[in-house]
T-cell receptor, first 116, second 113 residues
Framework: AQKVTQAQTEISVVEKEDVTLDCVYE???????LFWYKQPPSGELVFLIR??????QNEISGRYSWNFQKSTSSFNFTITASQVVDSAVYFC?????????????FGKGTKLTVNP | DAGVIQSPRHEVTEMGQEVTLRCKPI?????LFWYRQTMMRGLELLIY????????DSGMPEDRFSAKMPNASFSTLKIQPSEPRDSAVYFC???????????FGSGTQLSVL
């Protein structure tokens, strides 16, 4: 089975705290891509990052960082010094190769609330 | 670029009525996806197209749902007849290549009464 599990349904933190959102995936493919998307209260889905399976280097973008570990099939997302504007639902996704094409399978999402 | 454009933003209809959702992908993108989002099931892939050809429609719930892509710049998702359990947000997304990031539209909030 090819799927994405986000075990944390909801997380609530106070502003300036660090928070890590967990993502565990399953796939039989040796080449695949992992993604994170943000869905703020306005509803649109915003792309955050794409990672291919051969690149396990951690990535940092401002207050955001991602830790990809193939050994544990995890692709976790950390927000440092969280802000109220970070409040959103965050989705982890896995590209699945099927029938000669790729499609994205999403986790159920983690709702993050950052309180002032 | 204008991004992925979906219409309408909101649709309220009565059970049994036909509903048509529309999507204009980003110009030059060869892949188009239709997703449905509900609280219970999250984001589900309904169908996707590559170069206007349906590749995988295994996520389409039942025969009441159909999708078309008559040309590279337009796709529709039709529900006929609609039922209250179809109430959800329907997203259209496009990408230039398989495995590339998806660009999502703003979604259509569908309420079937």
């Amino acid at each position: 089975a090819q799927k994405v599990t986000q075990a944390q349904t909801e997380i609530s933190v106070v502003e300036k705290e660090d928070v890590t959102l967990d993502c565990v995936y399953e796939t039989r493919d040796t080449t695949y891509y992992l993604f994170w998307y943000k869905q703020p209260p306005s509803g649109e889905l915003v792309f955050l990052i794409r990672r291919n399976s051969f690149d396990e280097q951690n990535e940092i973008s401002g207050r955001y960082s991602w830790n990809f570990q193939k050994s544990t099939s995890s692709f976790n997302f950390t927000i440092t010094a969280s802000q109220v504007v970070d409040s959103a639902v965050y989705f982890c996704a896995l590209s699945v190769h099927q029938g000669g094409s790729e499609k994205l399978v999403f986790g159920k999402g983690t709702k993050l609330t950052v309180n002032p | 670029d204008a991004g992925v454009i979906q219409s309408p933003r909101h649709e309220v209809t009565e059970m049994g009525q036909e509903v048509t959702l529309r999507c204009k992908p980003i110009s030059g993108h060869d892949y188009l996806f239709w997703y449905r989002q509900t609280m219970m099931r999250g984001l589900e892939l309904l169908i996707y197209f590559n170069n206007n050809v349906p590749i995988d429609d295994s996520g389409m719930p039942e025969d009441r749902f159909s999708a078309k892509m008559p040309n590279a710049s337009f796709s529709t998702l039709k529900i006929q007849p609609s039922e209250p359990r179809d109430s959800a947000v329907y997203f259209c997304a496009s990408s230039s290549l398989g495995g590339e990031k998806l660009f999502f539209g703003s979604g259509t909030q569908l309420s079937v009464l």
